[in-house]
């Protein structure tokens, strides 16, 4: 416990520097992003990150007042965060689809934004599960209260995210297809390569980089059974059946330990938005429900998304017909 109680102060630095940096990659968007509903959510969502921030500068100046020297431990993780930083840093720098002083983005340039937001979101929910398990160990309850609220508001973004990417995908492509077929050929790209590219742009070009948190997550956290003990045959037969934080979760802790490749890339075949926020969570009656008065864009992403994860025949079916016409 004392380690833990040790690597607390800087885990929460880990999680505001995450936070400050959404904030200001949100706030760089706004800039090109027009009015409506989107910007009201990235307004909302800066404001959030902020407030996190200044929970957080409020919790560290009760944990470690000023004056207060360094422990050994505390200096070690200060050290292991500085290779996780690296990866922070890169997937948090602005992209270059950013206007500024240009007028708005074009549809492209938003959905290639609401990319980028929902890689930076993820990573930045990854690095506050990683500081509350610590806060845990370290038995802090205030500390693990608060990191679980901002974990919590990071995992609701990520939802809204994901609904986001759908719709900028559908402008996208009606934007592209007013412009001709070529336009459209370059603007629709499959959903199952977009976590990858995000991942090329971090350094290393290597997928879920997210070590220290994967070496923070113990075997009995994660969504399948003895992981440790199965071959790796029977761990991709389970991936398919995982929800999107559960992937994450199996991710993060396959890519510190054993680091399979067929493990790793078929993960980041399987992580990507769902079809509509909730989707993972729902049964085959809910999602058939929910299909019989869905339009042919979104049946396409059921179909795509159903056939790489559960593959249900009924969910197929109902999907198929609906798609073709």
Known sequence: ??????????????????????ADR??????????????????????DARGHVYLIDERLETLQPRGLVQTVAENAWHLTLQAARLSLNAAMVVPSTLARGQG????????????????????????SRAAERIAREAQDPASADLLGSIRRDGEETLEELGSSLERHAEAAVAAAEDSGAGGAALAVRDWSSWLRETAERMPGADRLQIAPEGALISEHELPIPDYRRLSSRMILD?????????????GAYERFHAARPAILNRIADLLGPEPWRGYDSMN??????????????????????????????????AAEPVHHV
Do not use: C, W
């Open 104 to 127: 708005k983005a074009t549809e492209q340039q938003l959905l290639k934004n609401a990319e980028d937001e929902y890689a930076v979101t993820a990573l930045a929910v990854a690095v």
């Open 284 to 317: 085959e009656d809910e999602i058939l429900k929910r299909l019989g008065d869905a339009g042919g864009s979104l049946t396409r992403r059921v179909l795509e998304y159903e056939r790489r994860h559960q593959a249900r025949p009924t969910v197929l079916t």
């Open 26 to 47: 949100f706030k760089a968007h706004l800039s090109v992003t027009p009015t409506g509903e989107y910007r009201e959510v990235l307004e909302r969502r800066v404001g």
């Open 238 to 250: 389970r991936l398919p059946g995982l929800n999107q934080t559960d992937l994450a979760t199996v």
């Open 1 to 22: 416990m004392a380690v833990a109680t040790d690597m607390l102060v800087p885990a929460l630095r880990e999680v505001r520097e995450a936070q400050a940096a959404l």
